[in-house]
Every structure is written in structure tokens, then in C-alpha cells.
């Protein structure tokens, strides 16, 4: 049972588990369990993904329930003009805040204009050795893309040289390992946190916001970060 955080006759939002598919893919043979499935079975309608968010990460989905619906909320994604904000844990101390203006390219080797802000919400040190250091440093940071160009946020903050734990195509193999070998850990800490938009219907302003995911509330603990 999926959690649902908001719906209505058009639009349904759910908060997605880290390592759910939102749909079924041909590079991902491995899974049995897609979220359009599971949402579609629990609702005993056809739901139509409004916007996609990796498999790894975790947090607020939104879905149209009708085609129209759909296409009109794909475009205000498509075009910018939903506000999302993401969170993120990090290697090292993050400054206080920043933004990357970084092109991504896409499989076709096109350059795109890729733009994200960010803020560091708090920062964690553990007596754990890695490498060099004597301790571990974290940041759980709150991330605002503003364009929507794949694996934007992991892509940037690795960018900057604060990847996101768990990513492993563009994060810290070693403190990938860490998390692995030390705590059993393997999420990838990335959570889609709110979303505002025009109503593509009734056009008011809609703000949806979707809690931790168990699994990122438990590392947030370890480390003593309380929000």
C-alpha cells in the first residue's frame, strides 16, 4: 500500500520507497514491483506518471488520472514552472548555501542548461576514520532544481565534490562502501520533498509536501541530525 499524500478528482501524489521503479523499464529486468502498478491496483483506476524521479530515490510522485491531466502537468514540468524541493546527505561539510550553473549533456552528446540551488540544512561528524581523516563529515542539504535535466541534482552535487550518499553512478565509491560494510546501508540518500504548481483544472495553487522515507530518518538519527 502506497502512501498517498494528496488527491482529487485529476491529480494523486504518493510518497515513492527508495528502489521502486516508477514503471517498468527494460533496463531495470530485476524488478517485479512498479509504482504505476501498485498505485493503479490500489485505486482500481489507470493512473499516467505526471514527472519521473530515479528508482533510488525516494519521496513524492505525482500522477495524473486522466490523459489530459497528464499532458498538462507534463509541460508545466517541461517548462519549469513546478517548484520542487529536494534532500539530499552529502560527503563533507557543505557551505551554507550556493547554486551550480553546470550544462548537463544529454545520451546524445547535446549540452543543456542545467541550474540548481542549494542550502545546507546541518552538518554531521562521525569518529569514524576514512582515508586520511580521523572522522566522517556529512550535510543534509536542501536541494531546488530549476531545470529537469536527468540525474541533475546527483550529477551536480557531485559536481561540486559533495555527492550524494548511496549514488553510485556518480557518487563516493569509498563512502559507498563505508555505508555498506559498516552500517548495511545501500539506500541512496536523495528524497523528493515538496512540489508546487498551478492546478492544471481548477487552477489554485497546490503545495504538496511528503515525509522521510523510514530508511533516511534512521541515518539522520545515527548521525544526529534531528529536523
Not at 510518497?15 to 482500481?44: M, T
Not at 519521496?59 to 488520472?65: V, Y
Not at 517541461?78 to 560527503?91: F, I, T
Request: net charge neutral; with cysteine; hydrophobic share 40%.
Amino acid at each position: 500500500m502506497l502512501e498517498i499524500l494528496y488527491q482529487d478528482e485529476y491529480l494523486v501524489a504518493i510518497n515513492k520507497p527508495h528502489g521502486l521503479l516508477v514503471h517498468r523499464s527494460s533496463i531495470a529486468n530485476d524488478a517485479s514491483e512498479f509504482a504505476l502498478q501498485i498505485l493503479r491496483d490500489q485505486l482500481g483506476q489507470k493512473v499516467y506518471p505526471a514527472h519521473r524521479i530515479d528508482r533510488k530515490t525516494g519521496g513524492l510522485l505525482l500522477f495524473a488520472l486522466d490523459k489530459d491531466s497528464e499532458i498538462a502537468m507534463q509541460k508545466q514540468f517541461a517548462n519549469n514552472e513546478v517548484s520542487k524541493s529536494y534532500l539530499a546527505l552529502v560527503r563533507g561539510f557543505a557551505p551554507d548555501e550556493g547554486e551550480i550553473d553546470y550544462p548537463l549533456r544529454k545520451e546524445n552528446g547535446t549540452l543543456q542548461d542545467a541550474f540548481t540551488a542549494y542550502k545546507t540544512l546541518s552538518r554531521a561528524e562521525l569518529d569514524v576514520p576514512f582515508g586520511k581523516h580521523q572522522t566522517s563529515r556529512y550535510s543534509l542539504v536542501e536541494v531546488k532544481p530549476r531545470t529537469g535535466r536527468m540525474h541533475q541534482i546527483r550529477k551536480h552535487m557531485a559536481h561540486i565534490f559533495y555527492p550524494i550518499i548511496g549514488d553510485r553512478t556518480h557518487g563516493c565509491n569509498k563512502q559507498n562502501k563505508l555505508f555498506k560494510e559498516r552500517w548495511e546501508i545501500e539506500t541512496m540518500f536523495l528524497h523528493a520533498e515538496s512540489v508546487a504548481f498551478v492546478h492544471p483544472v481548477i487552477r489554485q495553487n497546490i503545495s504538496i509536501k511528503a515525509g522521510l522515507q523510514p530508511e533516511f530518518m534512521a541515518v539522520l538519527d545515527l548521525m544526529g541530525i534531528n529536523l
